[in-house]
């Protein structure tokens, strides 16, 4: 008993999150979401593979505030969205990065999955 | 005088569901149409007009807005009888070549967002400045603005 109320105190409140609003689209190449992230840099970013899902999590611990608020309309909850891949995907070839707020996650297909041409002897 | 038998109204009677059915999916089908429409409209609309948060100290009013992607020089601020707008146009970085959208939640066009400050501001003081897709103008107060401490005087 003693050990159940204990862990409860322990855990941590829960966290709040705001999905970003995204593009995503393929091509022959693979596939780029792109996640409207005002607030986050790079320090904040956060992009994770886990079996057939991406999560990618911004913070907007970085951002200072200002003096007292008059008006606030701003989410301040971070963001988390969570994909599922493709498997033509190549994990290994994930690249991200992250300018004025806006993270582009670029997913290479595999090369096995490519569309290519036989040239006929 | 009348006596008819008194009949269940339709739709507690048994039928099965069939004719229940048709009629809600009737109804869901004139709700979802135009509702979804709204939502979407409204995502757009709230890209066109960005959110902003306004902050002050004894010195200054903050005005941050988020407008994410954006290039430095498509962001005009102005400053016109007390009130700040902010505006441009996002334009959409690269058109994808024989590609497949999945997604299309991002806003794309002109927005723009005005803010009424509660004071006076010195209008050549402004500043701007642009990071992580937030765009955070310093409105330094007008000296009349400005608290002010008036010492008693005893005599």
């Known amino acids: 008993m003693q050990t159940t109320l204990d862990k409860q105190t322990t855990t941590p409140r829960t966290e709040q999150y705001v999905a970003p609003n995204v593009n995503i689209f393929e091509t022959q190449e693979g596939y780029v979401i792109q996640a409207e992230m005002p607030g986050v840099s790079k320090d904040g970013l956060e992009v994770t593979l886990e079996g057939n899902e991406i999560t990618i999590t911004g913070r907007r611990g970085a951002e200072t505030v200002p003096g007292q608020p008059l008006f606030r309309e701003r989410n301040t909850a971070d963001y988390r969205r969570v994909f599922e891949l493709d498997p033509a995907i190549d994990t290994s070839k994930v690249s991200a990065k992250i300018n004025q707020g806006v993270l582009t996650v670029t997913l290479p297909k595999s090369e096995r999955v490519k569309p290519r041409k036989i040239t006929v002897d | ?155």
Do not use: C
């Open chain 2, 1 to 155: 005088m009348n006596i008819v038998r008194w009949n269940r109204p339709q739709l507690s009677t048994w039928g099965g569901f069939g004719g229940l059915s048709t009629l809600r999916n009737e109804i869901d089908r004139l709700f979802e149409a135009p509702l979804s429409e709204l939502a979407r409209a409204s995502q757009f609309l709230s890209g066109a007009t960005p959110a902003v948060d306004v902050y002050e100290d004894k010195e200054n009013f903050f005005v941050k807005a988020e407008l994410p992607g954006m290039k430095k020089e498509d962001i005009d601020v102005s400053l016109h009888d007390g009130t700040l707008s902010i505006s441009g146009e996002r334009k959409s970085e690269e058109k994808v070549e024989n590609g497949e959208v999945y997604r299309s939640e991002r806003f794309f066009g002109r927005f723009q967002r005005s803010v009424m400050l509660p004071a006076a501001v010195d209008a050549a003081q402004i500043k701007a400045q642009y990071q992580d897709g937030v765009l955070t103008v310093t409105l330094p107060k007008a000296e009349e603005a400005k608290p002010k401490q008036i010492d008693v005087q005893v005599n």
